[in-house]
C-alpha cells in the first residue's frame, strides 16, 4: 500500500484571488517553498522560493518590470527562472547572468485555482491529465466562496476524512441538519472516471438536510480524482452548484486544504452569508476532529478499513498503487476501481 505523497501531478497551490497583479505568494508543497508571482500582464509563474545567490526567499523581495527582485542584493529573475540583471556587476564585469537559473514550476490556473506541477526532474507534464474543471461553468469562472485551512495530518488521512460518509452523523452534528438519530441506509452506486470514481447522479438522501435549501429538482454528484480533490457537483434544474475541495500536502505531516464553492444560480447570493458560515463550521468540524486524531496516531496503531463504509479509502489507496506503477512500468492506467454500488448507515 502506497502511503507516501505523490510526485508528477497538479496541487492546487493558491487561489487566484492570493497573487494579486504584480505580487507574490510563497507556498509550501512536499516540503518545497514555491513562489508564485504574478506579472503586469496578469501571467501567473512559479518558481523555487530561494536565491541562488545566498538562499534568502525571495518571497521578502518585490516584483519589479514583471520580475521577482531578491530582497538581499536585488538580482532579478524572469518567470522562467533565468536571472536577468544582477546591479552590483561594474562595467567590463563579463558574467553572463542568464547562465544563473532558479528551478521552475509548471502552472495552470483557471476558474480561479493555481495548480502547480510538482514533478521529478524531466517527467513531462503532458504524459497525465490536466487539473479537473467545473465542466459546466466557464474558464474564467470566479469563485463565489472559499476557505483556506491547514489540516494537522498527512494528506492519506485527509483524504480519506474528505471521502468518509460514515462519520457525517458524529462530527457534523447539529440541529440545523442531522444527528445520530436520522441516520438511515443509503444505497449509492459508483463509478470509475480519469485516476478517480465517481458517486453518480443521484438525487441527494430524504434525511441531507442542508439540499433542501437550494429546493426544485436537484441532484447531486461527488467525484474524486487523484491526487485528492473531491468535487461535487449538484444540479439544480439547469443551474449548478459545485463545492471543490482541493488537497496539497504540505509535508508528511500537515495538508492545505482549499475549499471553493462556484455557482450560477443568481439567488444563491442572497444567503450567501449563510453559506459563507456553514462551510466554515463544517470544516473546522473535520479540522477538529483530525486534530484529535492525531493524539492516537503519534502511537502509530495499525488501523483498519471496512466495507462498504470505507471502500473508498480502499479504492484511494488503490489508485495511489496504480498511480505509482503506471509511472514506473511507462504504460496507460488502469483505473482499479468498478462500477459498483455500496451500502452504508449515515
Ligand atoms: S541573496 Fe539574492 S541577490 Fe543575494
Ligand atoms: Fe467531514
Known sequence: MHTGTLRNVWYVG????????????????????????????GKTSALRDICPHRGIPFSYGRVVKDQVECPYHGWKFDGGGVCREIPSLCSGQDLDCTKI??????????????????GEKGFDPAR??????????PLDVKPRLHEIATFECHVDHAVIGLMDPAHGPYIHKSWLWRSEKSMIEKTKRFGPV????????HKPSANSKAY???????TTEITFRLPGVRIEHIRVGKRNFYSFTGLTPVN?????????????????????????WFMHYFLYQDIDAVNKQQEGLKFDPSLMLIRDADTQAKWYYALKDEWENHLKENRE??????????RWRS
Open 333 to 342: 492506467f488502469r483505473n482499479p476501481v468498478k462500477e459498483t454500488e455500496l
Open 212 to 218: 433542501k435549501i437550494l429546493g426544485g429538482e436537484i
Open 128 to 137: 497525465i491529465p490536466e487539473p479537473p474543471l467545473m465542466n459546466s461553468l
Open 194 to 201: 480519469d485516476h478517480g470514481f465517481r458517486m453518480l447522479q
Open 252 to 276: 508528511d505531516k500537515q495538508t492545505v486544504i482549499h475549499q471553493v464553492m462556484y455557482w450560477d444560480i443568481p439567488w444563491l447570493g442572497v444567503i450567501k452569508p449563510f453559506l459563507k
Open 14 to 41: 493558491a487561489l487566484t484571488s492570493q497573487v494579486p497583479v504584480s505580487g507574490l505568494k510563497s507556498v509550501l508543497i512536499l516540503n518545497e517553498p514555491v513562489l508564485l508571482f504574478r506579472d503586469s500582464h
Open 101 to 118: 537559473k532558479v528551478k521552475t514550476y509548471p502552472v495552470i490556473e483557471r476558474q480561479g485555482l493555481i495548480w502547480v506541477f510538482m
